[in-house]
């Protein structure tokens, strides 16, 4: 009776485990695309990668990659680079804003101009010069480079494989901590597939995706 016991409440042990660890292990779905234009030819294909939590199949993204993986030090680096990208992003808008207000005010001063008996006094009298449109376009093509660079600028501070070895140690630990010996990686859906309207320089069509 004792060793029944005891079988039994290691296999309620060893299951209740093995459900947190299903909650909580982190995995990826790897997924292809491919566009095809109007015309039948591909003219663009690639792969990206999506990570979950668990087999709820709950998206793990951003600054929460981190947290899952619970590295404070990757942590602290995706914040400080995601808080330059905000910056310089912010700052591009604020100057392209800045920039067009500019020539806003440049071609509504230049109709008002168009008033005046001599238009050669117009800039005495107004106040503006030929400088503020050209202040304006350089303000503006300033701006809009800052707004460029801030949305190339990577915030995640690793790649792709190397979180691929930090997710794998973060469940090879998480394993060791609930006591399991081995656990299968949860699935998605075994076959999903996804379509989406596709436009380019080259043309327009519907991309299609999937899993297998």
Known sequence: TS???????KSEVSDSAREEFERNQ????????????????????GSFS??????Q????????VYRAIEDNELLARYESRSHVKSIVKGSGGLLMTAGAGLAVYGLVDGLTCAKYSDPTNCSKIKGVDSTLMIASTAIFTVGTAALITGAALRAHPIDLPELRLKVDEHNKKLKAR?????AETPRGDELAVWFGPWAGP???????????
């Open 57 to 64: 199949k709950s998206p793990v993204e951003d600054g929460d």
């Open 50 to 55: 999506t990570l979950y939590r668990g087999k």
């Open 3 to 9: 060793a029944a016991v005891s079988a039994v409440a």
């Open 178 to 182: 609930l006591g399991l010996a081995s």
């Open 26 to 45: 982190l995995w990826f779905e790897d997924n292809q695309y491919v566009a095809v234009n109007q015309y039948g030819n591909v003219v663009s294909s």
């Open 202 to 212: 080259q043309g327009g069509g519907v991309a299609m995706g999937g899993t297998l």
